[in-house]
């Protein structure tokens, strides 16, 4: 390795990125629960390593997404139903024990 920083994605070479980026950071659970959330409303084209975080944030982990989400309003939906809700709270009552 060349002692440079880590890098997360794509070559500076590859085409030109678009698209919507998303640093996710919590537990495996809630990273789990989100990118499937996110996936539902878009098309995931990247996705980064997942990363252990250490020191008060251990036990947590960081992870990069990029999607085409399409911005194209959705039959039947009023602007009352608001969008999809995650669950957190069940998602951390499956995640793994610290």
Do not use: F
Request: hydrophobic content about 35%; glycine content about 12%; overall charge positive.
């Amino acid at each position: 390795m060349n002692g440079g920083p880590r890098r997360d994605g794509a070559s500076p070479r590859d085409p030109r990125l678009s698209g919507a980026e998303v640093w996710l950071t919590g537990t495996p659970a809630e990273l789990d629960a989100l990118t499937a959330a996110l996936t539902a409303a878009g098309h995931l084209t990247q996705r980064g390593t997942r990363r252990a975080l250490t020191g008060a944030d251990a036990g947590r982990h960081r992870l990069y997404l990029r999607l085409t989400v399409t911005a194209a309003k959705r039959p039947g939906r009023t602007p009352e139903q608001g969008g999809a809700l995650i669950d957190l709270d069940a998602a951390r009552a499956h995640r793994r024990p610290a």
